[in-house]
């Protein structure tokens, strides 16, 4: 582990999360929270959240997340892994998936996940070192999307265009208020690049940015993380 | 003026220009430069120039500027005046401008400008404390798209995509390689969004980013300038 980073494992229900704060400030209390969203799979991804959990740290933020439907240890959904052989076998033909083949895989996702991520947000606010405000970061957008609409303890959010966005999210977001910075990876072959750019139009924020930058999929640089960063301080304030 | 600054107009021939250095370092010589680019008009920008200025002597850097053709306290030029003023006809009837009419109005514009700046470049790099690396910064966008492509020199630009763009500019776009930040204001409705994000998906840097905001064309906010002062640091290193 990190000097400067607690990690905690926790579980809800039978859900597996983790919990970051940072050392230093451990008995600071009433932390601000930044949820780190994935694409699923907290083993796989667990290098990545934990630079994630350590640039928010830096922050002086505390940093949580949790396990999706149908991935990682968690039980398999029929519906969920149905939908996804489905879009996995249209990608594998070189076929832009339908409407239908996008809705059938995230919208179950979003429709569990949500809730699941709310009510994690319900325990972790019980933590006494915690106290929020409360953002969320990076993950399957739809799922940032709806939290950002249906919870209003999440005060500001981090997204990242590079999931398949169903049409229902574009409605989604124009009741989305909470400043948002979004990121695309402007030359990420797989996204739908045209479909990226109307969600973050139809975003009814006032205060809004996106940010694209070059280097594919996983070629995120350094610097937006850091720009990012500056965002949640910017909108979160905090200890530090 | 500033403490931190000095300014000093000069001229080219008997085009006006400006130039601005860190006070605090007027004896460590080869300071990189940046050229700031603005609609035209010194004495209207100057308190937004200067203000750029100063975020710029913060980076150790110097900063220059130069009247654009037909603006200012320059001569009129009959081609440009009438592009001009058939331009702002077509805008004071509502409607948008044709290709003709834009490449009328901003081609003559590149044209002169580009040459102009090169030649400032060539005086200011003979300037003791200057020596570069040089970077361009905002103004018209296809008068940095144009210097872009033919000085090497300039090693890193900032673009504003709030002006118009000739479909010529995608085509020399194409042919842009050097580390690229451009600034969008995304909800500017005098402004051609679609071909301001052709262009940036033409340039052919493999380190560009495009950053969006929202505040309409004059609404640029803070953080947006911070921001490419970061991108500036990170090409140009410099004294501080």
Avoid: C
Avoid at 38 to 55: E, I, K, N, T
Avoid at 147 to 170: E, K, Q, T, W
């Amino acid at each position: 582990m990190d000097d400067n980073l607690v990690e905690r494992a926790f579980t809800l229900g039978d859900i597996p999360g983790i919990l970051w704060t940072p050392e230093s400030s451990s008995a600071a209390g009433q932390l601000p929270l930044i949820l780190l969203g994935h694409p699923g799979g907290l083993g796989p991804m667990y290098p990545r959240l934990v630079a994630r959990a350590r640039a928010t740290a830096e922050l002086g933020y505390a940093a949580a997340t949790l396990e999706l439907p149908s991935n990682g240890d968690r039980p398999r959904s029929a519906v969920i892994e149905q939908a996804r052989a489905a879009l996995q076998q249209t990608l594998r033909a070189g076929r832009r998936p339908t409407e239908e083949v996008i809705d059938s895989f995230i919208l179950p996702l979003v429709d569990q996940a949500v809730p699941e991520w709310q009510a994690t947000l319900d325990a972790l606010l019980g933590v006494p070192e915690l106290g929020g405000p409360v953002g969320y970061s990076g993950g399957v957008i739809a799922i940032g999307t709806r939290l950002a609409v249906v919870d209003p303890r999440i005060a500001a959010a981090g997204l990242f265009a590079g999931s398949f966005i169903p049409r229902s999210a574009i409605d989604e977001a124009r009741r989305v208020t909470i400043p948002l910075h979004v990121l695309l990876q402007w030359d990420d072959e797989g996204n739908d690049r045209a479909r990226a750019l109307e969600l973050f139009d139809a975003f009814g924020s006032k205060g809004k940015t996106l940010q694209a930058n070059m280097g594919g999929h996983t070629g995120v640089p350094p610097f937006a993380g850091e720009d990012a960063a500056r965002f949640f301080a910017r909108h979160l304030g905090g200890s530090r």
